[in-house]
């Protein structure tokens, strides 16, 4: 064995207490579904977990019907002090059975035990925590005193972190005092159930969370029921483009959190270990399956060679493998189409004449893999360089002039994050305030918090998750002149509005 | 066959222990009968000093702690205080002579106040703090951060809930507290410091002192290692001295307030007791 040889160490999956077949949480109870079932399998091992159901129009009309019976007679009834406490009662049972949740997110995602145990379950109750606290100060956020909710949140959510997108989307709805109907992505239902389970532990009131599974169609169906009042999408630019369509002339209130194509800039005077570590964990984090990882890195020139040829040297200690592996730093791809999109870009990117490279590695014969890959060479013209790849690949490109590095930064549709890497505060904070991104880090990278708002600008969507815009995203303001809206606090600072205008070309397709 | 109960020792709560009056004195704390219910321990000058000591030296590992951190330890005290809801009634009601309704109704208030304080943790600096669009290529931002070391003499007609809604807003932002409990309803204080000790609540965050307080106040207002000072039940003291001594190191002070709802929970008492730091950094020109 050398030193970067471990014994195998994977993690028990002996605590999980699964169910061959799942039905829809409606009202409180999982119902039986009128759609077909669908199998969901571990990613990495190709075999079935157990069975999802589909949820049909009926099945969605139901769930609806169920949150606005609970919106009515129950939750929006409650003080936000009793709210609050449901909330705070889910962030502790989520954290008691934290272990639990991360060995199911694992297996049926495919991400590293590592990542799902110490960062998505820990962020899961961070967010049920913090918003919680939001419950019962709404005079603060952001709305003038007494906002009102909005009613029933229809929500969507991806498959890259299906727990956690759960919470980001849940937490701040029902603090706000909305009911919601939540539908999982297809491939990654399973943590949502359990989650179902755990409100049924946390003994929430019937309706008020309600989950349907199924594939695009219920999702669908869902965001344009008529009796939706708020509609929360995570997922595909593609998707949150036809979302956007079919709402408009509608009241409904939208947030959109779509794809990115994010640029790390690192210039010459980075504290360069850091920032190997860094421009590692922006893109090969969750299998670079994250729609803010730092795709495409741009090096300043005179330290390209030295930033690839560490990188290089870096990616070859990655270890891919097991998901439930304790030492597994690259897990499997959540799925055969998602393996076939990232394939069928990197293709193109040699046929563009990029120079592709990947570390030798011993990928498993069955369930998808993807061995981390770097392109050098890259032109800002080449598809790798604009189409969000969504898979454990980096494009790298190179600039001169911190000018030209925002230039290129800001060359693309999206706008969702961006990275810095420089030693000098005075420059990072320029650049920072020159990128077009919503989410801007500096000399560090995928960092994410309850506390601190996320999302993006042009077609990286609208809205924001976290922190106060996210809980105004969930609330409206008192009518105006009502005595509602006097000032029952000192005023706070304003919010920025949210919604950022957007361009309506449709110039590509994009997983998120 | 009847239980013969064992009757609990009332003590001091300083540095995370239960020491006794470095006094040796004591006083007997009565029911509205005028029955006896026990002796709490009679703080002096010296555990007075101690306190402040155990509290300074708490400071930076309790505001040095994430907010995140904080507000679960808060929050946890508001689970352990839950979990003894009935110990709190009973000896309310012995205190006070009010009927276990009112009582329970004091306690969960007391309870629902402490975790809407606990929230504040993580979310104060978002509403008191901001940007600032200076006129020229500066990052600036405001931000609160605690003051230290907080002294707060409690109001004097609750027993827990007036204790609570003065105590728990400093211990929001980081400060450190050294507390007087209500002289004529010591007991539950010293209960509840038996929940800070089983809360994960560092020894030193707060420390609680029974006794006279117009005999230890002074010591507090004018101790040069104190802060702020927070006079809310000192309504019946000499209160304008307390806050003359406290000018001496120019204290913050909070006045006394009156009536049963002294102390109601705002977020003001949260900021009292905050400085506002404002940071400049320079832009450079692309």
């Given amino acids: 064995m050398t030193f970067l040889e471990y014994a195998p160490a994977p993690e028990s999956t002996g605590l999980l207490n699964l169910k061959d077949s799942y039905g829809l949480f409606i009202d409180g109870e999982f119902v039986e579904a009128r759609g077909e079932s669908f199998a969901t399998i571990s990613p990495a091992t190709e075999k079935t977990i ?27 009834r409650l003080s936000g002090r009793d709210r609050g406490k449901y909330l705070f009662r889910i962030a502790r049972l989520v954290q008691e059975r934290a272990r639990e949740l991360a060995v199911a997110e694992s297996l049926d995602n495919g991400k590293p035990i590592k990542e799902s145990r110490d960062f998505d379950i820990p962020t899961v109750a961070a967010w049920f925590f913090y918003y919680a606290g939001w419950a019962d100060k709404l005079d603060h956020a952001g709305l003038g005193a007494n906002p009102s909710s909005l009613g029933v949140a229809a929500q969507v959510i991806p498959w890259n972190f299906p727990l956690m997108m759960l919470a980001w989307k ?36 019937a309706g008020v969370v309600n989950i349907v599974t199924g594939a695009g169609a ?16 995570t997922g595909s630019t593609a998707v949150g483009r036809e979302i956007a369509r079919s709402l408009a002339g509608t009241s409904k209130k939208i947030t959109l959190e779509l794809g990115g194509k994010a640029a790390n800039i690192v210039f010459d005077d980075a504290p360069i270990d850091q920032a190997i570590e860094g421009i590692v964990n922006g893109i090969f984090f969750n299998q670079g399956q994250v729609c803010c990882a730092g795709s495409r890195l741009l090096v300043q020139e005179n330290i390209h060679d030295e930033v690839v040829a560490r990188l290089k040297e870096r990616l070859s200690t990655l270890r891919v493998g097991d998901p439930l592996d304790k030492n597994t730093d690259v897990g499997a791809i959540n799925s055969a189409a998602q393996l076939a999109r990232v394939t069928e870009l990197t293709a193109a990117g040699e046929a563009e004449g990029a120079v592709r490279w990947s570390p030798s590695c011993d990928l498993p014969s069955e369930g998808f893999w993807f061995a981390p890959t770097i392109f050098t060479n890259v032109q800002a013209s080449h598809r790798i360089a604009r189409d969000e790849i969504f898979g454990p690949v980096l494009s790298v490109l190179s600039f001169r002039t911190p000018a030209e590095a925002i230039a290129k930064a800001n060359n693309t549709p999206y706008g969702l994050s961006a990275g810095i890497w420089s030693d000098k505060g005075s420059r990072v904070l320029a650049v920072a305030d020159k990128l077009r991104a919503g989410v801007v880090w500096a000399n560090t990278f995928n960092k994410f918090d309850p506390a601190s708002p996320f999302g993006g600008y042009k077609e990286s969507g609208y809205g924001r998750e976290g922190g106060r815009p996210g809980l105004a995203a969930y609330l409206k303001p008192a009518p105006l002149g009502s005595s509602a809206a006097a000032p029952a606090t000192p005023a706070a600072p304003a919010t920025p509005a949210v919604t950022a205008p957007r361009s309506t070309s449709a110039r590509k397709k994009a997983a998120k | 066959m009847s239980h013969l109960a064992v009757q609990k020792t009332y003590k001091l709560y300083i540095g995370g222990a239960f020491p006794r009056s470095e006094s040796g004195y004591t006083t007997e704390v009565l029911s509205a009968s005028g029955t006896f219910l026990a002796n709490a321990a009679k703080a002096s000058r010296k555990d007075a000093r101690d306190a402040v000591v155990a509290a300074r030296s708490a400071v930076s590992k309790w505001s040095g702690a994430t907010a995140y951190n904080r507000g679960q330890v808060l929050y946890r005290i508001a689970e352990v205080l839950e979990g003894r809801r009935a110990q709190f009634v009973a000896e309310i009601v012995a205190s006070e002579n009010v009927s276990a309704a009112a009582a329970g109704t004091q306690v969960d208030e007391a309870i629902d106040r402490w975790v809407w304080y606990a929230g504040w943790c993580d979310k104060y ?7 600032n669009p200076v006129a020229g290529p500066y990052f600036n931002i405001s931000v609160p951060e605690p003051t230290g070391v907080v002294a707060v003499v409690a109001p004097q007609d609750s027993s827990l809930l007036g204790f609570v809604s003065a105590l728990a807003p400093a211990l929001v932002s980081g400060n450190t507290v050294v507390i007087l409990a209500s002289e004529r309803f010591p007991l539950s204080a010293i209960s509840f410091a038996e929940v800070l000790a089983t809360s994960d609540v560092p020894g030193g965050v707060v420390n609680i002192l029974t006794g006279s307080a117009r005999d ?5 207002a004018s101790h040069a290692d104190v802060n702020a000072l927070d006079l809310v039940g000192a309504n019946a003291l000499d209160w304008i001295s307390l806050e003359i001594a406290a000018a001496d190191t120019l204290k913050r002070v909070l006045p006394p307030e009156s009536g049963s709802d002294a102390a109601a929970p705002a977020l003001a008492r949260i900021q009292a007791f905050t400085e506002t730091k404002t940071v400049w950094h320079t832009k450079s020109l692309i």
């Fill in chain 1, 170 to 205: 849940v937490a701040p709805a029902l603090a706000a005092g909305n009911t919601v109907v939540l539908k999982p992505a297809e491939t990654t239902s399973l943590t949502a159930l359990l989650f179902a389970e755990i409100l049924q532990q946390a003994d929430l009131p």
């Fill in chain 2, 125 to 131: 600096t978002q509403v008191s703090g901001n940007a």
């Fill in chain 1, 50 to 76: 157990a069975l999802i159901s589909t949820a049909s129009d009926e099945d969605v009309d139901a769930a609806v019907a169920a949150a606005r019976r609970a919106y009515d007679s129950t939750w929006s």
């Fill in chain 2, 216 to 220: 230890v106040a002074p010591w507090l």
């Fill in chain 1, 218 to 233: 219920t999702g669908r169906t869902l965001v344009n029921h008529p009796d939706v009042n708020k509609v929360a999408f």
